[in-house]
């Protein structure tokens, strides 16, 4: 059999999983990355695989959606789950990293890897001759994202989300912060900030009239000039100002503005709780997670945010516990472009007029770091059938990865990303009413189905 070959462009999340796992099966894979050359706004490490937000990768629990697809990763080869084991820090039953350590270790992996080439350099068009991958995620711009526009035939899409601010850990005030995870599940990983009624709607009235930062120029496009304009004005409700944000990763002041309570039900519930001072369940409560393994920098859980970085000193500085905080980044928030997926891409992954280009990763609407990294495995596998000359059915309709599949091609006017969520599995016929019973019931299906799709596929 003659050489097989595949490029690859960039090593993010989706493109190293992809480049691993070709490389794995005897591919040879030359793997573009732009940086040190050039970097997108968000991205600031050399190293591949960067986490440009959270550094948590979400739940692991099976009956969870987060946590069936990490199983489903780890049937399909995952070679990024392994490597976020070595950088694991602790967050109750998440699996969160050391955001530096996982890269290196990606990193590392690709490096050593005797079938795959890097290559550091920008890439500008895509030679469709033979295979290629784009896994240029969702900072895509200039000449490569026209020459995405151009072959798609559709405009691009934009929408923004933003970066949470990180605090040392040694400037909070441990006598008003405490160690705990809700419910008592897991061993104390977040530390707390507990807020009495007062403090919450002094603190909420000066988030939700707090400045705005401008956006970047690369933000400020003439696609969606609205979008400038909303964004230096006082926080509104997403669709007031035509500022569409990622649901996921929401800026707080968004949030704030969508009412006194909102944030209460969302990243500031107090459930699970009880403040040792008062003995208690707070008015409010934030939670910090640990940036490192070291446990010195902890990022404020939910509040990616685009106000100006003063603002977020003073409005921020307002959190029971963080009076003196050190802030060792801010939160920023940046353009995001995903195709119109449902138009272009089969469910191969590949865009319909042109069979040879495939897409994986944010760009195709699997929204998240480990659905990017599963986008770049299921790709792999599309490349990897299609040079053997066969095609690859997609995984079937009840598991994560065939759901998203699905909802990434199905027919939508209105198409945004898609994370992992029970909500797009199919129901069982005989539901049980427990919740926790019926997702668990759901994930082993799931399970059963991919690995008896996984079997199915021919070894080289
Ligand atoms: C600001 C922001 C915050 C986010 N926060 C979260 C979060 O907290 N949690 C979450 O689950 N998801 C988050 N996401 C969504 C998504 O999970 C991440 O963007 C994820 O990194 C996507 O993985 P990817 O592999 O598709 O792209 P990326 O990880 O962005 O990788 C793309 C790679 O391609 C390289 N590249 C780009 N253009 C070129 C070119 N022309 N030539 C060569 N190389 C190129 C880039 O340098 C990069 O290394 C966020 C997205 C953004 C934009």
Known sequence: MSELHVTVLGAGLAGCEAALWLAGHGVKVTLYEQKPVRFSPAHKSANFAELICSNSLKAERLDSASGLLKAEMRQMGSSLLPAAEVARVAAGGALAVDRDVFSAEVTRRVEAEPNITVRREEVCTIDEASPILVATGPLTEGALAEKIAALTGSAEMHFYDAVAPIVTAESLDYEKVFAASRYGRGDDDYLNCPFNKAEYEAFYQALATAERAPLHDFDKGAEN?????????????????????????????????????????????PVGLT???????????????????ERTLYNIVGFQTNLKWGEQKRVFSMIPGLEHAEFVRYGVMHRNTFLDSPKVLTQALCLAAHPNVFFAGQITGFEGYMESAACGLLAARNIYARLMGVTLPPPPADTMCGALVRYITAENKNFQPMGANMGILPSLENRPRDKRERYQAVAERAVSSFSAWVAAQAEP
Do not use: F
Request: some cysteine; aromatic content about 4%; glycine content about 10%.
């Open 275 to 293: 403040d040792p001072r008062t003995g208690h369940r707070p008015w409010a409560n934030i939670q910090l997670r640990a940036e490192n393994k």
């Open 225 to 269: 000039p609205s979008v400038a304009e909303s964004a230096s004005a006082p926080a509104k409700p997403a669709k007031d100002g035509g500022l569409t944000v990622y649901e996921g990763c929401m800026p707080i002041e968004v949030m704030a503005g969508r009412g006194a309570d909102t944030m209460r039900y969302g990243p500031l519930r």
